[in-house]
């Protein structure tokens, strides 16, 4: 596969220093990939020749930082207690802007490709710590983000940042989920979801799995099963899979077919797919 078919092409990767403080790095995506299939496999037969090994290279060091963000001083006596949110958010396949929610719910937008910010308007409820956030493009020119929190304390939990049709900026509450009104329900981390077909939403409890269409606004049980992710699992079209990091074993990956007739025609979980990653973790 060749990295210009790829549907992303930049890399965002947010690293907490400590105390409050975040630094922002991104690189173009090009670097991770062989420009072609056929140069792939002739460095895997190289390392296959050399040592008898086929393993994962380095991309060497990360780039210098394009931005740090920092608490309010009156935050940095505890730091612990911050949350902070940070999301992809964009509308076209480069995905250069990043939004940025601090502990208060103020949010901003960073381009990664101006250096610039906006100021959004402040969150109608500041997540916590098991906030899930999803992203979906809406047309050419502008996307919405979906933000909830998975604690049952929080009042406004799910709500919306859209541009279309209010003519600005807003952030509006959503339907809550139907798990909520579980009695059993407990706050999990590592929330599973993902976005299918576009419209779609889904996210999973301990027990069941959940679906919120964004254009009817409304919420439908999916099945009695659970995403098989860690945290948030990604489409890609080249492959017509949602892959992401599987809950039993967050350092490799796994594929599943979570399109729309797949998960709503059965009553049975979808089929995981592993995927080997090739390498061995450090002992650090």
Same mark, same amino acid.
């Given at each position: ?37 056929? *140069?792939?496999? *002739? ?36 730091? &612990? ?20 929610? &601090? ?20 969150? &109608? ?58 009695? *059993? ?100």
């Amino acid at each position: 596969m060749s990295f210009q078919k790829l549907s992303r092409q930049s890399l965002h990767l947010v690293l907490n220093e400590g105390r409050g403080l975040y630094s922002l790095w991104h690189t173009d995506v090009s670097k991770l990939f062989y420009p072609s299939t056929a *140069e792939a496999l *002739e460095a895997e037969a190289k390392a296959k020749k050399k040592d008898g090994i086929c393993k994962l290279g380095s991309i060497g060091c990360l780039p210098r930082p394009s931005i740090h963000y920092q608490p309010f001083s009156s935050a940095v006596s505890n730091p &612990n207690s911050l949350v902070n949110v940070f999301a992809l958010f964009g509308e076209n396949k480069n995905k250069n802007k990043i939004l940025y929610s &601090n502990v208060e719910g103020h949010t901003n937008i960073y381009n990664t490709e101006f250096h610039s910010f906006m100021t959004m308007p402040a969150l &109608n409820s500041p997540k916590g710590p098991n906030c899930m956030v999803a992203h979906i493009t809406r047309t050419a020119a502008h996307a919405s983000l979906y933000m909830m929190d998975m604690g049952l304390d929080k009042p406004g939990c799910f709500e919306v940042l859209a541009y279309y049709p209010v003519g600005e900026w807003q952030w509006r509450l959503l339907p809550l989920p139907p798990f909520f009104d579980d009695l *059993e329900y407990k706050a999990c981390n590592n929330i599973p979801y993902a976005v299918v077909d576009g419209t779609r939403i889904c996210v999973s409890s301990a027990t069941a799995t959940y679906s919120f269409d964004t254009v009817a606004l409304k919420w439908s049980k999916t099945g009695d099963w659970v995403l098989p992710f860690h945290t948030k699992a990604d489409f890609v079209p080249e492959l017509n899979l949602w892959l992401g990091l599987p809950a039993s074993s967050p350092s490799d990956l796994c594929a599943v077919d979570l399109s729309t007739g797949t998960i709503d025609s059965c009553d049975v979980p979808p089929v995981v797919q592993h995927v080997g990653l090739g390498f061995d973790l450090p002992k650090d």
